[in-house]
């Protein structure tokens, strides 16, 4: 990256800091130094919004308030806590990270960027915001928010998802971050690209502490930067969900330990749309004879290269089944993790298992 463009993102420190000290979001993980709640934080952070985070940054703070506590703590458990969240590798990568650090680091939690990269499921960003939010270290955390603040600012026309092109804006960030509060300064620019510098539209020039800095801005092209190639199309993939009910329970399997949703508990499922005769049809094949068909519910859910389009149907049936399906009862259902992809049906199952008033 050129000179130039580098001594422009090396000026944005002090009016970051000076515009964050006003203007900081007030989040819980920000009133510690924690930097196993930091950590933690910033694994949820991950493709998630912040709204959605606090609660569950908040339940799992109760549940697990140490390192220790986590490294320790039942699949079940871990997965109950991380429910609706998505991408639930990321809770199975924090427990084999806490796990390492309390078996292997004798408990002391990673304190340089370095070390923390060597953590299961832990980036060049999460690694750069731990170390400078909890230890201070001079050392950028690079993300997508990042990646189009400096495009905009220092006016860099390159695809900012380019591998080179990422490690270049990454190196000019290096030198950015101020040595009077790295922390403060990553968390700024977290702020303003949320805030202020948003995607998808224009930017919120205005009320920016970089507008006098900003390239882009000075040329009238901040809504055409940062430039990036178009993600391939998601696949559509056709299924067809069963909420089995009998006696009072409903029937759940578990997925395989591999691939999307791995281990967590779903509804049983064909990848297929069915009409009723074909849903008969696979039932008759798991050895179970359909009483009363209730409830149609179609359903969407959207992961990052993939989109379901769910039929589903809720089905009193008769029978024995040959597939191992678990029939849990209202209690059960309640303490295992079903992913949010399914949220339509399990409030499908829920409702046709609640007591009837007489």
């Known amino acids: 990256m050129e000179r130039e463009k580098i001594d422009i993102l090396r ?17 819980p993980w920000r009133h510690t130094r924690d930097p196993y709640r930091i950590w933690v934080s910033e694994i949820m952070l991950q493709q998630t919004r912040v709204a ?12 697990l308030p140490r390192v220790s506590a986590l490294a320790k703590v039942e699949e079940g458990t871990l997965m109950k806590l991380w429910e609706g969240l998505g991408y639930y590798s990321r809770a ?27 953590l299961p499921g832990v980036g060049a960003y999460t690694a750069g915001a731990v170390a400078s939010i909890a230890f201070g270290q001079r050392v950028p955390a690079v993300d997508g928010n990042v990646l189009r603040l400096a495009a905009r600012v220092a006016d860099i026309r390159e695809n900012v998802l380019d591998p080179k092109v990422k490690k270049d804006v990454a190196a000019a960030m290096e030198e950015a971050v101020p040595a009077a509060d790295p922390g403060g300064y ?11 510098c948003l995607p998808n539209g224009q930017p919120l020039c205005g ?12 040329l009238g092209i901040q809504d055409q930067l940062p430039l990036r190639e178009k993600r391939a199309a998601r696949r ?11 006696e009072g329970k409903v029937a759940l399997r578990r ?52 989109e ?39 409030a499908a199952a829920r409702e046709a298992l609640a007591p009837r008033p007489y």
């Open 236 to 246: 559509r993939d056709q299924i067809t969900v069963f909420v089995l009910l009998r």
């Open 207 to 218: 009320t920016c502490p970089l507008r006098g800095l900003c390239r882009a801005r000075a």
């Open 92 to 118: 199975r990568n924090l427990r084999k990270a806490a796990q390492m650090i309390v078996h292997d680091l004798d408990g002391v939690f990673p304190d340089s960027r370095e070390k923390l990269l060597a």
């Open 11 to 27: 000026a944005t420190g002090e009016p970051l800091l000076a515009w964050y000290e006003e203007n900081r979001r007030d989040l």
């Open 308 to 346: 379901w389009d769910m039929t589903g149907y809720t089905v009193q049936v008769r029978g024995e089944d040959n597939q191992g399906f678990t029939w849990a009862d209202p209690a059960m259902l309640s303490e295992l993790a079903v992913p949010s992809a399914f949220a339509k049906y399990l």
């Open 255 to 306: 997925r395989k330990d591999t691939g999307l949703l791995a281990g967590l508990w779903e509804f049983p499922n064909v990848p297929e749309a069915m009409d009723e005769g074909a849903a008969a049809d696979a039932l008759a094949e798991w050895d179970l004879a359909p009483l009363n068909w209730r409830e149609k519910r179609t359903a969407r859910h959207l992961f990052t290269h993939v």
């Open 52 to 63: 959605a985070v606090i609660p569950y940054y908040e339940r799992w703070m109760k549940a």
């Open 186 to 196: 990553n968390q700024a620019l977290m702020d303003l690209g949320a805030t202020v």
